[in-house]
């Protein structure tokens, strides 16, 4: 006698089943056209593109670097039982992370603004989820690495990462304002809050680097034309943020 599926048990087989041919399909339709873009993109980037892709990630390194010897100046107030000292320190953290966080959501976002007009195939390159620690970034992983086995194109796959990376970022910088709010009202050492900041500080840093290599990625794939509007868009976001972090103080 069969036994007879629930209607949720049959949307759970139809999803597993769905997920498997469209990998399969993805794998054989695009494996040529993919081959040759991922070689493209690892390739040396031409002067003028080296030109456009060197001061932006400069900027994002250079901020990245700050942040950590910043934390890294916390988290050794606080091993030496310097407390008040270590959230003094982790006050200016707060303010350097947003301004990398800035600088990367923009890049994100002009990134998202030119993936349509890209006159090539798109390379794809998956996040890679198992390197991320902290929770604010995994709850967002698990939807992203099951869209990514059933949306078709490279480009919209492109978009689903870039999408994961904006998602990611929000919940990530949201999570360690509230821990650093949290915390310093009590100036609270305890393993588990310093952790959490450690983690958080990890998986930012790795957004920031798999924004950058979905920047040099892109950059290969537009046209002459494209790749100097996308320049200007940058130079606009790098001089607002010069505006903002420089801003004389108030009398």
């Known amino acids: 006698m069969a ?17 498997a041919v469209a990998g399969l399909l993805r794998r054989i339709l695009r494996m040529g056209s993919m081959d040759k873009a991922s070689r493209n993109s690892a ?7 080296d030109a456009i892709y060197q001061p932006f990630a400069h900027a994002i390194e250079t901020h990245t670097t700050i942040l950590g010897i910043t934390l890294n100046d916390a988290f050794g107030e606080r091993d030496a039982a310097r407390h008040e000292m270590a959230w003094n320190a982790l006050r200016l953290a707060r303010g350097e992370w947003e301004r990398l966080r800035e600088l990367v959501v923009g890049l994100l976002n002009i990134l998202s603004k030119f993936v349509p007009s890209a006159n090539v195939v798109v390379p794809v390159r998956r996040v890679a989820a198992g390197h991320f620690k902290s929770r604010a970034v995994r709850d967002h992983l698990g939807l992203y690495e099951f869209l990514d086995q059933i949306v ?29 709010n949290e915390g310093a009202l009590t100036f609270d050492s305890s393993d588990e809050l ?26 290969v794939c537009l046209s002459a034309e494209q790749s100097q509007e996308l320049a200007l868009d940058l130079q606009v ?13 108030r009398v």
């Open 43 to 49: 390739a040396p980037l031409r002067e003028e593109l």
């Open 237 to 249: 976001l790098l001089e607002r943020g010069m505006r903002v972090f420089v801003s004389p103080p």
């Open 152 to 180: 078709f194109g490279s480009k919209p796959r492109f978009i689903l990462r870039l999408r994961l990376l904006i998602r990611s970022c929000a919940s990530l910088s949201k999570e360690f304002k509230r821990v650093c």
């Open 194 to 219: 310093w952790e959490r900041l450690d983690y958080e500080f990890h998986d930012f840093d790795l957004i920031a680097k798999e924004t950058l290599i979905a920047f040099r990625t892109l950059l």
């Open 3 to 19: 036994v007879p599926y629930s209607k949720e048990m049959q949307w759970f087989i139809g999803g597993l089943v769905l997920a």
